[in-house]
């Protein structure tokens, strides 16, 4: 109890935590990452390791055999941890890694169920083939007893959605970001569509998100519903390069029908083939043309491109300044 309020009941612990951890691996010969601070790595003269940090929890890709038992050693010695080998189960994914064929899936199955088993009575529902609905019907007689339940735990369907939307499921990203905006007061039409959200949600609770060395997406765009008229016509997935990273961006002009009468920004960034990034933000300003729009959803990806960039670049770096492994396993 006293480990769990230190870490996580208190704001300050996870940046104290990660303080010592920092501390820890710049002790032990280990840089930190330009791009992102909480990737640290060492150069062996087998390889290198590479580890990443979320709180309280560790990440590790060993391309070096000693490496890795230099620091299970050290970790051992200074801090009270516990390994539990190949990476399974993370911050409530499930990753299954086949390290022959150079695949990696990761879905959200288990918290997703999680959600149906604390709220029962969303097993009712009918499953939907798409996140979103064009002609969604409001209805405007007396509330029926299943929009009253999704309205009263509002919040929580919403918060219980949002970490799977922005881990391993594109496609709830744009819904839950809608319904994220009327979490304070949500009115008919915003429970309507979180409605139909859960129906999709339930009829596909298994969806994953699969890696592949040649570039695995292609077959998850083969599946995704392309209902959502603002982030316009999908592409084919044989005109999304396989080698390098590549971005697709798009915007709506706000309908009229919209309150804020403000557009919303979509993004995509593959690696190799591979989706690693995106994201559906309403845009902060109102504006008079799609042009202007446009311009404004090409900015914000143009930020996360150039973060990416300085990534991977750094990443590549560093892996190529070693001799190793490809087929190692993440642990």
Known sequence: VLLKKALYGLKQ?????????????????????????????????????????????????????????????????????????????????HVDQDVEKGTLTIDAKKQLQGLFNQLPMLNRLHGAKTPSCKNLQV??????????????????????????ATTCRPDLSYETNRAARKQAAPDREAVARLTHLVRYVKDHIGTRLRYTKSGGTHDYLNQLPTCSTWVGKSPEPESIPTSGTIGLVDANHAPSHEESRKSTSGFVFYHHGNAVSWKSKLQSITVCSTHDAELIAACTASKEASWLKQLTDELHEIIAGSKHDSTRPIL
């Open 139 to 164: 209805p405007d007689g007396p509330k029926t007893p299943m929009e009253t339940y999704i309205e009263t735990h509002f919040r929580k369907i919403v918060g219980s959605l949002t970490f799977p």
């Open 13 to 93: 612990s996870p940046q104290l935590f990660h303080r010592l951890l920092s501390e820890f691996f710049v002790k032990h010969g280990y840089t930190r990452c330009k791009a992102d601070t909480s990737v640290f790595y060492k150069h062996h003269d087998d390889g290198c390791v590479l580890v990443s940090t979320e709180v309280d929890d560790l990440l590790i890709l060993p391309f070096s055999s000693r490496g890795l038992e230099d620091l299970r050693t050290a970790l051992a010695e200074e801090l009270d941890v516990a390994e539990f080998g190949l990476i399974h189960d993370f911050f409530g994914l």
